[in-house]
């Protein structure tokens, strides 16, 4: 059973950029597409960004799309999020998850991940 152990998560000010890092145990990270999703108090997990097995194809929400980047190190076994200019409405628990093996569903959909971290908390204030 593979593990996800993300990090990188912090209070920051709006207008800041973090990176988040999501290291994998086991031998087949790199046969699987990647997604980051997160989730703010009170509401559903929503997707943020998901990655292909190799990293030539990426998609983001609307929400995020050109000030986060989803990029991943098969070698380290790692999946990364950059975020920069940050807002308050990106404040909360960011997960990386394991999507299903060679799915062609919608990667935007938390039934498409099969195996999630424990979560890191980002907060930005104003």
């Known amino acids: 059973q593979e593990q996800l152990v993300e990090s990188g998560g912090g209070v920051v000010q709006a207008g800041d950029s973090l990176r988040l890092s999501c290291a994998a145990s086991?031998?087949?990270?790199?046969?699987?597409?990647r997604g980051w999703f997160r989730q703010a108090p009170g509401k559903e997990r929503e997707f943020v960004a998901s990655?292909?097995?190799?990293?030539?194809?990426?998609a983001y929400a609307d929400s995020v799309k050109g000030r986060f980047t989803i990029s991943r190190d098969n070698a380290k076994n790692t999946v990364y999020l950059q975020m920069s200019s940050l807002k308050p409405e990106d404040t909360a628990v960011y997960y990386c998850a394991r999507r299903l093996r060679n799915s062609s569903s919608n990667p935007e959909t938390r039934y498409e991940y099969d195996s999630w971290g424990q979560g890191t908390q980002v907060t930005v204030s104003q």
């Open positions: 086991g031998r087949t990270f790199s046969i699987y597409a």
């Open positions: 990655i292909n097995w190799n990293g030539g194809s990426t």
